[in-house]
Nanobody
Framework: QLRLVESGGGLVQAGGSLRLSCAAS????????MGWYRQAPGKQRESVAA???????NYADSVKGRFTISRDNAKNTVYLQMNSLKPEDTAVYYC??????????WGQGTQVTVSS
C-alpha cells in the first residue's frame, strides 16, 4: 500500500509560480513512476507531468517549458514547479503513483487557482 500526501497549492496571480509537493509513504520500493494530474471543473482529469524511477520525464504539451517535475528519493517526495502560471492552469492537482505491478495510487488533491 502507498499513501500520497500533496501540499503546496493555493491562489496566485497569472504569471506567478507555485511548487507542489507529493510525499509518498508505505511500499515506496514498489513505485515505478510518479506524476501529476489535474482536473478543472467540468473537465476530465488530465496528465500534467510524470517521472520514472530512472528519472525520465514527460509533460503535457500545455505545460512544457513552464512546469518542471522532479523527485527527491531520499525524501520520497516528488515536486512540480509551476512557473508562468495561466488562468487555464486552475484545477485540482492530484499526485499519482504507479507501481511495478501497474497498481495506481492517488493523493487527495490540492487546489491551484490562478487569477487573471
Amino acid at each position: 500500500q502507498l499513501r500520497l500526501v500533496e501540499s503546496g497549492g493555493g491562489l496566485v496571480q497569472a504569471g506567478g509560480s507555485l511548487r507542489l509537493s507529493c510525499a509518498a509513504s508505505g511500499s515506496i520500493f514498489s513505485i515505478y513512476a510518479m506524476g501529476w494530474y489535474r482536473q478543472a471543473p467540468g473537465k476530465q482529469r488530465e496528465s500534467v507531468a510524470a517521472i520514472t524511477s530512472g528519472g525520465a520525464t514527460n509533460y503535457a504539451d500545455s505545460v512544457k517549458g513552464r512546469f518542471t517535475i522532479s523527485r527527491d528519493n531520499a525524501k520520497n517526495t516528488v515536486y512540480l514547479q509551476m512557473n508562468s502560471l495561466k488562468p487555464e492552469d486552475t484545477a485540482v492537482y492530484y499526485c499519482n503513483a504507479r507501481t511495478n505491478l501497474s497498481q495506481l495510487y492517488w493523493g487527495q488533491g490540492t487546489q491551484v487557482t490562478v487569477s487573471s
